[in-house]
C-alpha cells in the first residue's frame, strides 16, 4: 500500500478526501446559517454540480478521489467503530439521561450509508422512532426540530484533519459548530482500512483542548521539514505550541515558523492569505503586511532550561522561509493597491 503524507504544497497530488455537498447544505435556514459560520443559505443543488466537475477535473488529471461519506460509511462498518461512536456521541450530556439509551441503539443498528449521512447532515427529530421511554427533550421538540446539529463546514476537509509530512492531525476547532467533524474524523481514520497504520501526530483523543485550538487552514507544509502556521482568530499561540511538540516527536518537521494575522475576517486562515503556488513562491494577499509578525520554533537543546522549544521571533519571517528551503529568496506575488485602497 503507497505510504500516505503531504510533503509540499505544490508537489503532485495523487490522492484527496473531499466531502461531497449533502443533506447537510439543504438543513441550513435563514434561521440557523449564522451559527453555522455560513453568510447565506445555499443553492444545493448548484454546490453539488460544481463539486462533481471539480471532482472530475481531478480524476482526469490522474488523482484518485476519495468522498468522506462513503468512507465513512465504510468505516462504520469496520469492528469497533460504532461502539467508539456511541461511548463519544450518545452522552446523557448531550441527549439526557433518558434519550443516550435509544440514541446508542440508533447508532449500533442504523445501516451506515444512513447513519453517515445524519452524522454530517444532522438529525431530525422525525428520523428516530419514537423511544419507549419518557425524555423531557423528545417532548420539548417538534419534528423537524435537530437532535443533532448539520455539519455545513464539513466541506472544508483541510480544517479538521491536516496532513504533515508522513502523519496527520485531528484538528481541535476553534468554533463550537465545527467541533463534532473531529469525531467523524476520528471515525474515518482510525477504523477505514486506507488509513491503517497511517501515524497520527495530534488530537485523535477525548481532550479538552481549551484554548489550544488548531485548524488545517493555518497549517502550510512547503518542504524539507519546515511548517509554516498562522496564529489568527482559529489557530490560538496554544494550538501551535501543542501542535509543534507533537510533530518535533515525530521527527519529520525540523522547524515552525508562526506567521501572526490580523483577527478579522478577511484573515480568517493563513492560506486565504498566503498560499505557495511554486517551490520558491507565494500568491499574498495585497493587505498582509510585508514582514508580518512571526517567530520560529526548534526542538530545544537537551540541556536547555527554557524548555521543550528554542523560540525567536523574526523580523524577516520569508527569508527564514528561503533560507531553510535552500533557497536565495522566495517570491512574494500580489496585486498592487491603488491610492483609494482599492486591488488592481
Request: proline share 6%; hydrophobic share 45%.
Amino acid at each position: 500500500m503507497t505510504a500516505l503524507g503531504v510533503h509540499s504544497e505544490v508537489g503532485r497530488l495523487r490522492e484527496v478526501v473531499l466531502h461531497r455537498p449533502g443533506l447537510e447544505l439543504e438543513r441550513l435556514t435563514p434561521a440557523t446559517v449564522r451559527d453555522l459560520l455560513f453568510e447565506d443559505v445555499l443553492w444545493a443543488e448548484r454546490a453539488r454540480e460544481e463539486h462533481d466537475a471539480f471532482a472530475a477535473v481531478l480524476r482526469e488529471h490522474g488523482v484518485t478521489v476519495h468522498l468522506f461519506s462513503d468512507l465513512l460509511a465504510q468505516a462504520l462498518d469496520v469492528q469497533g467503530a460504532r461502539p467508539f461512536l456511541a461511548d463519544r456521541l450518545a452522552t446523557a450530556t448531550r441527549f439526557g439521561p433518558a434519550l443516550d439509551g435509544p440514541l446508542r441503539r440508533v447508532i449500533e443498528d442504523a445501516d451506515a450509508a444512513w447513519l453517515a449521512e445524519r452524522l454530517v447532515g444532522g438529525l431530525l427529530k422525525r428520523d428516530l422512532p419514537h423511544p419507549r421511554i419518557s425524555s423531557l427533550l423528545w417532548e420539548t421538540l417538534a419534528p423537524d426540530d435537530l437532535l443533532l446539529a448539520p455539519l455545513p463546514n464539513q466541506l472544508f476537509q483541510r480544517d479538521n484533519l491536516a496532513w504533515v509530512y508522513d502523519g496527520y492531525s485531528v484538528n481541535p476547532m476553534a468554533m463550537p459548530a465545527r467541533r463534532r467533524e473531529a469525531l467523524n474524523s476520528r471515525i474515518v481514520y482510525r477504523f477505514h482500512p486506507r488509513f491503517a497504520g497511517a501515524t497520527c501526530y495530534y488530537g485523535d483523543d477525548d481532550e479538552p483542548h481549551g484554548a489550544a485550538t488548531v485548524e488545517g487552514g493555518d497549517v502550510l507544509v512547503v518542504g524539507n521539514g519546515v511548517v509554516l502556521v498562522g496564529v489568527s482568530e482559529r489557530t490560538t499561540a496554544q494550538g501551535v505550541e501543542n501542535a509543534a511538540h507533537a510533530w518535533f516527536a515525530g521527527g519529520s518537521v525540523r522547524v515552525v515558523i508562526a506567521l501572526e494575522l490580523p483577527r478579522e475576517r478577511a484573515f480568517m486562515h493563513l492560506d486565504t492569505a498566503l498560499t505557495m503556488v511554486d517551490v520558491d513562491a507565494f500568491s499574498m494577499y495585497p493587505y498582509l503586511p510585508d514582514e508580518p509578525r512571526a517567530w520560529t520554533l526548534r526542538p530545544a537543546a537537551p540541556d536547555d532550561q527554557r524548555g521543550d522549544f528554542a523560540v525567536e521571533e523574526t523580523l524577516e519571517p520569508f527569508a527564514v522561509v528561503a533560507d531553510e528551503l535552500g533557497l536565495e529568496k522566495v517570491r512574494l506575488l500580489r496585486a498592487p493597491i491603488d491610492a483609494r485602497g482599492a486591488q488592481r
